[in-house]
């Protein structure tokens, strides 16, 4: 039997040998395999931002076109046509209106979640606006004034805004929808 004398450098320098090959594959493979993790997650992420989307997509644009309509319906233009009666009082029209524009704004409180904060604060505004206007025409009233009379004041104080309130939260609205869309 021959006996090799091996030192411990030589030991040590076999070893490297084997070892810093073995070292930089696994660190490759491990690079590699990090990367096509995170690949595929970012993958699975966007595929469910798509799915997300096309379900949620058409329940944004039903409450952007309810919330549409409910600005058209509250509109005071529209309010004093549609609620206004011969023989009834400016209280009884007062009453109304504001029921009315409460009522709408409660029946789609539930659409402020698929709108941006923005839209809401301003269907808000508008809607808090519409009051006033009707608190503030009302109280210019004496206590005989008929509801058309009323209803006569409030077209008149929305005759000297160029735009209203309404019509600029649509505007709002269709801006937001194109940039959803």
Known sequence: MILVELNLIDVLVHLLYFTIPALVV????YFLMQKMTTEQQKLRILELKKQQNSEITPIKLQAYERLT???????PENLVLRLSKRGQSANQLRQELTQT????????ISQQIYVSDESWKMITAVKEQILNTVENCYAECDETESGPGLGKKILRTLMTENTTLTQR????L???IEIAL
């Open 26 to 29: 696994f660190g490759i493979t």
């Open 174 to 176: 269709k801006k937001e």
């Open 101 to 108: 524009v409460q009522s709408e704004y409660n029946h789609n």
């Open 69 to 75: 309509l409910y600005l058209d319906r509250i509109s």
């Open 169 to 172: 939260a649509i505007q709002l």
